[in-house]
């Protein structure tokens, strides 16, 4: 199973919905893949080489990441978009 971590996409928003030592938790502990879109941590100070660190597999546009994961994590809600 693949849990996907896109970026969050209002205005203002600082958070990302895992950290990379989440991520690695998600992995290790629970035995998932987990695809990261590039650039989702940066407002919240996580580069995306600390997520390739923590054995993320990085995706470059949120179109892909939702087609591939088969859970999605956010901080707020989906938009229809």
Do not use: H, N
Not at 5 to 29: H, M, N, Q, W
Not at 40 to 50: E, N
Not at 51 to 72: H, K, P, R
Request: aromatic share 8%; hydrophobic share 40%.
């Amino acid at each position: 199973m693949k849990i996907g971590i896109p970026s969050e996409i209002y205005s203002g928003e600082c958070r990302v919905a895992a950290t990379p030592a989440t991520a690695l938790r998600f992995r290790d502990k629970l035995g998932f893949d987990v695809l990261v879109q590039s650039g989702a941590g940066q407002s919240a100070s996580f580069l995306d080489r600390d997520y390739e660190q923590a054995d993320c597999t990085l995706v470059d546009d949120a179109e892909a990441l939702w087609q591939t994961a088969d859970i999605i994590l956010k901080v707020r809600p989906p938009s229809d978009a």
